[in-house]
Each structure stands twice: as structure tokens, then as C-alpha cells.
């Protein structure tokens, strides 16, 4: 593999049992985990090196909730993998239930993957019509005060035919952010699958000037019925 990560998640894979165990080694991945897949739909796998120190916390039909340590690190992180479920009435269970999982402001928490929901039109395009945003989702990220950790590579992360979208996407707390601010998200290009996988380095190989801060800005902020009158400073 190119990048080398130290975990790596896969969804839906439509294969279970020894299928999945083969399938895992050949990444040369020592440990996994996975929510199994019923029939060919849903599933969540979860692979790492021996290196990394990985303790399954919740497993749920939507996301694993994962305590990880590492050796460059300092703090455990808790991770949750995603899998958001296309049935809207279903993926409205998955906000209520990852917000249980915020425990405090004091730990160090991320959730990545794929959230089939968006959080802004300009996320979504069907030639030149504009998606809409999904509201339950907005409320989870709003309530939960997390933060969109943004994107290098292409915009949208899934396509059908004429129709893109940015359905996967990794949000973290503040503490996240405080800890991680050189964090970087990164598109990569799809590999037999119509979702772009995401790479997610806690510390790429770049060097950025002394007192320099991320900007972070979340889109759907400009949907807000008042955002003219705020940034006027009414």
C-alpha cells in the first residue's frame, strides 16, 4: 500500500467470515475488528498494526467506537468509524447515538468515514442543481460542537452518473483540534468502490510558520437565517 496507515477502515465490503480474515492479511494488517455484513449490504471492518494499541468501546449497526494509543502519542484518541445507513429514518438513530459517545471536552475525539448526509448545497451537485442539507446532521454537528476538518484532492468523495456528492468526511472536538492542529485530510482516488477514501494524518510531513492557525469554516453556516445580520456585526 502507497500511504502505510497504521489503521484502516472498510465499509460495506460484501464479504464476511474467512473471505474478510484473507482479505485483512493481505493488507498486512496484524489485528482487525468488523461489524459483519448482513447479506451484501452494510458492514464495518477495522484493521491496525501491532504497533498501535486498539480497543473496541461500542460496536453499533452505524459506527465503531474504538480507544486507540500509539506511541507517539500522549492521550488515548477515541475514534469512531461511520457508516451512516442511505435509509434516512434509520440514520436519524445514528446523531442521537454518536452524541452519547462525546464524553468531555478533555478527550481527544474523531468520526470519520462515510455519513451518506451532507452539510451544505454546494456539497452536493446534479449538473447545475445543488443538494440540500441535511438538517438532523447539522443539529448533531452543531449541538456536539464539532468541527469540519476540511479536504485536500478533488471535492466530492462519491459519484453516480451525473450526480456528486461529499458524503465522507472526518469531524473532531476542540480538543482535537488543539492537539492536532496540523491534521490533514486527504481525498484520494478511488480504487474499485464509488467512494474516494479518505487518508487522515495527525502529522503530515509539512512544516507550517510559527503562530500559524487553521481557519476552519463550516459551509452550512451560510444557510442560517440570521448568518447576514451576524457577519454585518447586527
Same mark, same amino acid.
Given at each position: /500500500?502507497?500511504?502505510? *496507515?497504521?489503521?484502516?477502515?472498510? $465499509?460495506? *465490503?460484501? %464479504? ?6 484473507? %482479505?485483512? =492479511? ?13 447479506? &451484501? ?10 504497533? %498501535? ?7 453499533? *449497526? ?10 507517539? $502519542? ?8 461511520? &457508516? ?13 447515538? /454518536? ?7 478533555? &478527550?481527544?475525539?474523531? =468520526? ?31 449541538? =456536539? ?26 469531524? =473532531? ?10 491534521? /490533514? ?13 479518505? $487518508? %487522515?494524518? $495527525? ?5 507550517? *510558520? ?25
Amino acid at each position: /500500500m502507497e500511504h502505510k *496507515p497504521d489503521i484502516i477502515s472498510l $465499509l460495506e *465490503p460484501r %464479504v464476511s467470515g474467512t473471505k474478510a480474515d484473507s %482479505v485483512i =492479511a493481505k493488507l498486512g494488517l496484524q489485528c482487525s475488528h468488523r461489524v459483519e455484513a448482513i447479506s &451484501y449490504s452494510w458492514g464495518i471492518w477495522i484493521g491496525w498494526k501491532e504497533s %498501535v494499541r486498539f480497543e473496541v468501546v461500542l460496536n453499533h *449497526p452505524q459506527f465503531i467506537l474504538s480507544r486507540v494509543w500509539h506511541s507517539s $502519542l500522549s492521550h488515548p484518541i477515541f475514534i469512531a468509524f461511520v &457508516y451512516g445507513s442511505p435509509n434516512k429514518q434509520m440514520r436519524q438513530f445514528l446523531w442521537s447515538e /454518536m452524541r452519547k459517545t462525546i464524553l468531555s471536552s478533555q &478527550y481527544l475525539w474523531i =468520526a470519520i468515514r462515510d455519513f451518506n448526509a451532507i452539510l451544505s448545497s454546494s456539497e452536493k451537485s446534479r449538473g447545475l442543481s445543488k443538494g440540500k442539507r441535511c438538517h438532523f446532521f447539522g443539529d448533531f454537528v452543531d449541538s =456536539a460542537n464539532l468541527f469540519d476538518l476540511g479536504f485536500q484532492g478533488p471535492p466530492f468523495t462519491w459519484h453516480k452518473g451525473a450526480l456528486f456528492e461529499r458524503l465522507d468526511r472526518a469531524l =473532531a472536538n476542540e480538543f482535537w483540534i488543539h492537539n492536532f492542529s496540523n491534521c /490533514m485530510v486527504t481525498h484520494l482516488s478511488k480504487i474499485k468502490s464509488d467512494h474516494r477514501p479518505l $487518508l %487522515v494524518s $495527525l502529522n503530515p510531513s509539512i512544516i507550517l *510558520p510559527r503562530g500559524r492557525m487553521f481557519f476552519r469554516f463550516l459551509a452550512g453556516w451560510v444557510e442560517h437565517p440570521d448568518f447576514d445580520g451576524f457577519l454585518k456585526g447586527k
